[in-house]
């Protein structure tokens, strides 16, 4: 295990202990477990020591090989973040199926559609992959993957320079790239190859270093809201007020807000959001304002019907704009704030004719 955490320092991860078998940190020690301060003010941390799991990660060897020499059972965890790592963490075990809505959040699954066989996380991030045509990270071998014990897989990749992305676990209400899909990024860490436990051996699959990630999947972690203070999702902001001092919305009529709707609106939302990231792999300003005003403006078309929060789309917006263009984030900010505001002035009802 010394051996993988060293492994592991050297490509500048930062490692962590894991619990002796165990996927999970090495426990606190007794002073920090009452959970009565922030890793930011524990005495520990400062002084070296190994308590709240990932924030102690570090890749200093002297300290990592003094750790494991004590204990050697000791798996290791890299943080994510700090190690500027996106992990896709794909569960295979087999659970029962959650709401439609849940399974590709932002993405409408109609009735008609049959879901039979669908099963695990392989499936659902293969049916995304092959939604935006693009090779599916379980079977991309260009970069790093890790089979875990329970038959899952973790496929590692690069962070882009910007945005900072955040972790998820695809059953969760909040954020979600897609059902029994985990997003290991930053606030999260993962187990590092070569690490065993009591259910087996986190196991590297070929050589491949992690790969940058690729374009589409830094689109979808925007889209559905893996980006800093980011939590509110379209699918979920339907039925929200308006932003104050917006303009009012027209009032619900009847079926006007159906499932077309819905469709409409993630739609519009996916088309102008793809349109700014996919200024990322053109030429330097090749009509990347105009396309991020147009965003804007949609954007702030549907806050103003109250499809979402202002703070959300200035946030998605920005999450887009800086993965395409990291450097101008004070000159995308002023074209963002214009453009959500002239929209404002238009409420954008998706699907509903006027
Ligand atoms: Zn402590
Ligand atoms: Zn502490």
Redesign the pocket.
């Known amino acids: 295990m010394l051996a993988v955490a060293l492994e592991c320092a050297t490509a500048r991860w930062p490692v962590h202990p894991l619990a002796p078998g165990r996927k999970s940190p090495a426990r ?2 007794p ?2 477990q009452d959970g009565t301060h922030t890793p930011a003010s ?1 005495p ?1 941390l400062r002084t070296g ?1 190994w ?1 709240h799991g990932f924030h102690a990660a570090t890749t200093d060897t002297a300290r990592i090989t003094a750790r494991w020499a004590t204990r050697p059972a000791s798996g290791v965890g890299v943080s994510c973040g700090p190690a500027q790592l996106v992990v896709i963490d794909i569960d295979a075990r087999t659970k029962t199926l959650p709401e439609r809505d849940r399974l590709w959040p932002g993405i409408p699954i109609h009735d008609h559609v049959d879901l039979t066989g669908l099963a695990n996380g392989f499936h659902t991030l293969a049916v995304l992959a092959a939604l935006r045509g693009a090779t599916d990270p379980a079977e991309d071998e260009t970069t790093m993957r890790v089979r875990t014990p329970s038959g899952g897989l973790h496929v590692w990749y690069q962070a882009p320079a910007s945005p900072d992305f955040q972790c998820s676990t695809g059953s969760g209400t909040t954020r979600a790239l897609c059902w029994q899909v985990d997003v290991r990024a930053h606030g999260g860490y993962v187990v590092a190859p070569g690490t065993i436990t009591n259910e087996g051996t986190y196991s590297r699959l070929g050589t491949a270093a992690p790969a940058p990630l690729p374009p589409w999947l830094a689109r979808e972690l925007i889209r559905t809201g893996h980006t800093a203070s980011h939590t509110v999702r379209i699918d979920h902001a339907q039925h929200r007020p308006p932003a104050a001092g917006g303009p009012k919305p027209r009032p619900r009529e009847g079926a006007a807000r159906t499932e077309g709707n819905r469709d409409a609106v993630a739609k519009a939302m996916e088309t102008v959001l793809t349109d700014v990231t996919g200024c990322a792999v053109a030429a330097e300003n090749m009509g990347f304002s105009e396309k991020l005003n147009r965003a804007a403006y949609t954007i702030g078309g549907m806050v103003a019907a109250g499809h979402l929060d202002q703070h959300t789309a200035e946030q998605t917006l920005q999450a887009a704009a800086d993965y395409a263009r990291p450097r101008q984030h004070k000159r995308a900010q002023q074209i963002i704030r214009s453009g959500l505001a002239a929209g404002a002035q238009r409420p954008m009802y998706p699907g509903v004719r006027s």
Request: with cysteine; net charge neutral; proline share 0%.
């Open positions: 606190n020690c002073a920090c524990c520990c020591g308590c």
